[in-house]
């Protein structure tokens, strides 16, 4: 089944403690990518990936940090999380950019991650 | 700024009826346009896309794009109940990143 995978679904952790929220792909997709999700705010995207070890900025990188060094992960890393990174996290991926002219139609999302800082 | 605005509703439609869904956007520099349909507690799914003006059909689901206006629609004919969910519009720009509205939640009651 083509799926796409986040751990964990739900975490609490508190001010500076290092996490990482794993995303996991079996779709061979080359772009990944992960959003944030706020009341009132809409989607914003995070960080995006076209291949492995090509990683860029998306609207709202502050704070967050990402590595893709095989094609089917791409972890999510709060190196010092803070109270305004609480929020529902998606990684999604794609078999190529789904925002260009002739991209990937078929955008897969994980199931979310809620995460909440104390 | 570039910014995308969408009505929160919700919009109320009866079952059967067409839904219409809007979206403006801010930036005559538009490259191409996206509608994401999301159930409550559930993630986004990659609907619609539209790049050309005009309109773009899909099943029950039309996209409608006007550059010059600045807008982008979702025509859901035929709604059904189950077509009930948040309706989010994306705008993309130059680059990869994708501009997202707020959502309008849509309602359809038999």
């Known amino acids: 089944e083509a799926q796409v995978t986040q751990n964990p679904r739900y975490l609490i952790t508190v001010t500076g403690k290092k996490l990482t929220v794993t995303c996991s792909q079996n779709?061979?997709?080359?772009?990944m990518s992960w959003y944030r999700q706020d009341p009132g705010l809409g989607l914003r995207q995070i960080y995006y990936?076209?291949?492995?070890?090509?990683?860029d900025k998306g609207d709202v990188p502050e704070g967050y940090k990402v590595s893709r060094k095989e094609k089917r992960n791409f972890p999510l890393i709060l190196e010092s999380p803070s109270p305004n990174q609480t929020s529902l996290y998606f990684c999604?991926?794609?078999?190529?950019?789904?925002?260009?002219?002739?991209?990937?139609?078929?955008?897969?999302f994980g199931p979310g991650t809620r995460l909440t800082v104390t | 700024q570039k910014e995308v605005e969408q009505n929160s509703g919700p919009l109320s439609v009866p079952e059967g009826a067409i839904a219409s869904l809007n979206c403006t956007y801010s930036d005559r520099g538009s490259q191409s346009f996206f509608w994401y349909r999301q159930y409550s507690g559930k993630s986004p799914e990659l609907i619609m896309f539209?790049?050309?003006?005009g309109d773009k059909e899909d099943g029950r689901f039309t996209a409608q794009l006007n550059k010059a206006s600045q807008y982008v629609s979702l025509l859901i004919r035929d709604s059904q109940p189950s077509d009930s969910a948040t309706y989010l519009c994306?705008?993309?720009?130059?680059?990869?990143?994708?501009?997202f509205g707020r959502g309008t939640s849509l309602i359809v009651h038999p």
């Open positions: 994306a705008v993309k720009w130059e680059s990869y990143i994708p501009t």
């Open positions: 539209i790049y050309s003006n």
């Open positions: 999604a991926s794609s078999l190529s950019p789904p925002y260009t002219s002739g991209g990937s139609y078929e955008q897969y």
């Open positions: 990936s076209m291949n492995v070890e090509v990683t």
């Open positions: 779709m061979n997709h080359e772009y």
